[in-house]
């Protein structure tokens, strides 16, 4: 069977059919928790980040390809809609990223303007230019080699936009006065950040690195560097394809405290009422105990 990800590589292995079902046992009801989440956020607040949601639709469509491989014997002729899912992924980081820049930067200009709308304009066009993306790459390109090299130079892209709002946040993070003394705000704007230049960095770039490498090299190698370029392509490919279990962690940096989650989840602030009723209870028959042993040990 062709996993999901070993239609990238053309390699079948079994480490291939593991990274699969650990997407879809674990990455689908953690990218559901998470996305039902962000759109209680929506709901609640019209300035929820829309860039975020979408992201996370693009990890479902993954995981929905995923679940494809795993019941089905498809060709591997559908990694066109694995690149899809990978280059809107990708475009909704760099705009994550984008976001919080305009938000420390230009603070004013972020809250008063239509940002709702603005981000909806954006986001459908980021699914069009990846749609239009992959349909070109489709019928332009036939070879898996000249594939790999395409997408590869396609993942590179957002590497210095990324470092370079990363910077740009911190540094306007430090000249802004309410940010400054806003240790909780400030520990989330950087904590989106981090997380997607973190995983951008771990997941995306060594894959992208690897196949721009290779593909350029030609095949002409040894037994031992065919060995090290097979191996390296399926665990590069297994870490592009784990992102949606790191994207989901978005919404950790993304909500204001606690009490978001638990309004979320009602089922969470009833067994929060529980533990916290059993702690009083807890409390009151300790200190019960403690005012018998005092009315005991006490004069007379």
């Excluded at 998470?34 to 607040?45: G, I, P, S, T």
């Excluded at 019928?139 to 892209?157: A, E, K």
């Excluded at 993304?254 to 009083?280: S, Y």
């Amino acid at each position: 069977m062709c996993s999901a990800f070993t239609c990238l590589t053309s390699n079948s292995n079994v480490i291939g059919i593991t990274v699969d079902w650990v997407i879809f046992l674990i990455g689908l009801p953690e990218v559901c928790l998470a996305f039902y989440a962000l759109l209680f956020l929506l709901k609640k607040d019209k300035f929820a980040p829309i860039f975020a949601l979408n992201l996370l639709l693009s990890d479902l469509l993954q995981i929905g390809i995923t679940v494809v491989f795993i019941i089905s014997s498809a060709r591997c002729i559908t990694r066109h809609f694995v690149y899809f899912g990978l280059t809107s992924s990708l475009g909704f980081m760099l705009l994550i990223s984008a976001e919080r820049y305009v938000m420390v930067a230009w603070p004013v200009w972020y809250h008063t303007k239509n940002r709702a709308k603005i981000s909806i304009l954006i986001s459908v066009g980021m699914w069009v230019f990846s749609l239009a993306y992959c349909t070109l790459q489709y019928f332009l390109t036939s070879d898996t080699r000249s594939l790999l090299l395409l997408f590869s130079i396609v993942c590179l892209l957002p590497a210095p936009f990324l470092l370079g709002l990363f910077i740009a946040t911190y540094k306007a993070l430090n000249k802004s006065m309410a940010m400054r003394h806003g240790t909780k705000n400030r520990r989330r704007v950087l904590g989106v950040l981090g997380l997607v230049l973190g995983t951008y960095t771990v997941l995306f770039f060594p894959f992208s690195f690897r196949n721009l490498y290779y593909s350029l090299k030609g095949d002409n190698g040894s037994d031992a560097e065919d060995l090290v370029r097979d191996l390296s392509s399926v665990v590069t490919s297994a870490l592009v394809f784990l992102s949606p279990l790191i994207d989901a962690l978005l919404y950790i940096f993304i909500r204001k405290d606690i009490r978001d989650t638990v309004e979320a989840f009602p089922c969470l602030k009833i067994a929060l009422m529980k533990i916290k009723g059993f702690q009083d209870s807890s409390r009151a028959e300790t200190g019960g105990g403690v005012d018998e042993v005092v009315g005991v040990t006490g004069p007379g």
